[in-house]
């Protein structure tokens, strides 16, 4: 595991600043079709991913995709292009070539069969990706992680549509993103297809393997758990519907049909985030509604993060700062704890840290520090009592909306922002000096009146 310095050690034109990993460049993947067998006991994984591919502007007679070392490219294929004429793989990357050149705005189809003993990559931030569980295995992949496991153009700005096909040993249950296509068992195993119904980040891909039940929370929220934890997992998510519905009044309709948690019979350090997902610990579950925070948390991100995402994670504060102030909504909404209570009084801990960090470009360092968490809440919180509740929310709909399914970036916020200010009266300038001030100083701003 490498360190990381006060300074940048990704800077580099062709890297991607945050998490290391060089760019890959030259075409666009519009589907992923994973065909996978997964053998629980030894931990092995076979695929065959079938990856639909643009080029883009320029003729491509070479490319690289992001794969792990360990999980081993047998065999690569090509339809709608010239025949690949050899790959090889290095450092995480999948290296083809092409026998000519493939002309600007080509698609085409690349088969790649690969296998191998899955394990997670080994990042700054900990061990990301695949992860063999006691019963079971599952995936986070937050930020660089799905190479551990598929071959793919690993960059979060990058949303592609899927098909997940996993083959697993029975009895355990396989559980993945969107909705349930098909499950059909074949002897001693079970073959599960999946099918997201909205393009989908690759580090947002997620498979879930472990014997679970599966019950309802509500009309569109369901989880799956262990099933001795039957009872606890009732109780700590028996305001899940209430939660998804509290939400779409702030922020507009839930962007998926359906929400899901999963609880691992593993203890967790933190929830974990996927698209239309969250994973839980068997930690997180005492029946007390002890993480009820973390539960609204992880499923504010379906809208900040999954249906709206982010082209680079320099930007990772809209997604955390917005899912912090959820959690501060929650509390106002279920408790009667005005929000401006909650935010003084993270404001009060904050002063007390240090205060170094640029919340709009924190550095790979400190992109999961709390610090960028909180003083995101907090920029949400001063927006919020600028412009007035009447203004400010449907601004952060208006926004939501146009990004849904797509990506979002500070810029695009502004200008909601701006409108939103217009109708009430507050100069663009006093919405602009507000962001500086809480995203791109170090020193913590007075706390909003």
């Not at 034109?13 to 065909?35: C, K, Q, W």
């Not at 992860?131 to 598929?150: D, H, I, K, Y």
Request: glycine share 8%; aromatic share 10%; charged share 20%.
């Amino acid at each position: 595991m490498f360190k990381l310095s006060s300074l940048n050690p990704f800077s580099h034109p062709d890297r991607d600043a945050y998490t290391g990993i060089d760019f890959n460049y030259g075409f666009s993947v519009s589907h992923y079709n994973l065909e996978l067998t997964y053998r629980v006991e030894p931990n092995l994984l076979q695929g065959q991913a079938t990856l639909t591919l643009t080029t883009v502007d320029e003729p491509l007679r070479q490319l690289t995709l992001d794969l792990a070392n360990n999980m081993v490219a047998r065999r690569v294929t090509c339809s709608g292009a010239p025949r690949v004429t050899k790959f090889r793989q290095s450092n995480n990357k999948l290296r083809l070539n092409f026998a000519d050149d493939i002309p600007p705005e080509t698609e085409f189809t690349l088969v790649i069969r690969y296998g191998g003993n899955p394990q997670p990559l080994r990042t700054p931030w900990g061990d990301i990706g695949w992860e063999e569980t006691e019963s079971g295995a599952l995936v986070a992949s937050q930020p660089n992680g799905a190479p551990s496991w598929f071959p793919c153009d690993d960059t979060p700005g990058e949303k592609a549509w899927y098909d997940i096909t996993i083959t697993a040993d029975n009895p355990f249950t396989v559980v993945s993103n969107g909705e349930l296509e098909s499950r059909k068992s074949q002897g001693a195993t079970t073959r599960w297809h999946y099918r997201p119904t909205a393009p989908m980040a690759t580090y947002l891909a997620t498979v879930q393997v472990g014997e679970f039940t599966q019950s309802a929370l509500g009309d569109n929220t369901r989880a799956w758990y262990p099933a001795e934890l039957s009872a606890p997992v009732r109780e700590e998510f028996s305001r899940q519907q209430e939660m998804l519905e509290f939400l779409e009044s702030r922020f507009g309709e839930y962007p998926f049909p359906h929400y899901g948690v999963v609880v691992t019979a593993d203890e967790l350090e933190i929830p974990l985030e996927a698209q239309g997902l969250s994973i839980f610990g068997s930690n997180h579950v005492r029946g007390d509604h002890a993480f009820e925070r973390l539960i609204v948390h992880e499923l504010s991100h379906q809208w900040f993060g999954n249906a709206c995402g982010i082209d680079d994670w320099q930007n990772i504060w809209l997604n955390e700062g917005f899912a912090c102030y959820s959690e501060w909504l929650w509390l106002e909404h279920s408790t009667g704890t005005p929000a401006h209570d909650t935010a003084r009084s993270h404001y009060n801990v904050l002063r007390h840290k240090a205060q170094d960090i640029e919340v709009g470009n924190p550095g790979p360092r400190d992109m999961f520090d709390d610090r960028v968490y909180k003083r995101g809440a907090l920029t949400v919180h001063s927006l919020r009592r600028l412009l007035g509740d009447a203004a400010f929310f449907p601004a952060i709909q208006a926004y939501l909306a146009q990004g849904r399914h797509g990506t979002v970036s500070p810029a695009g916020l502004t200008k909601h922002l701006h409108t939103a200010a217009d109708q009430v009266g507050v100069p663009h300038e006093s919405v602009d000096k507000l962001l500086e001030a809480w995203l791109d100083a170090k020193e913590l701003p007075e706390f909003p009146a």
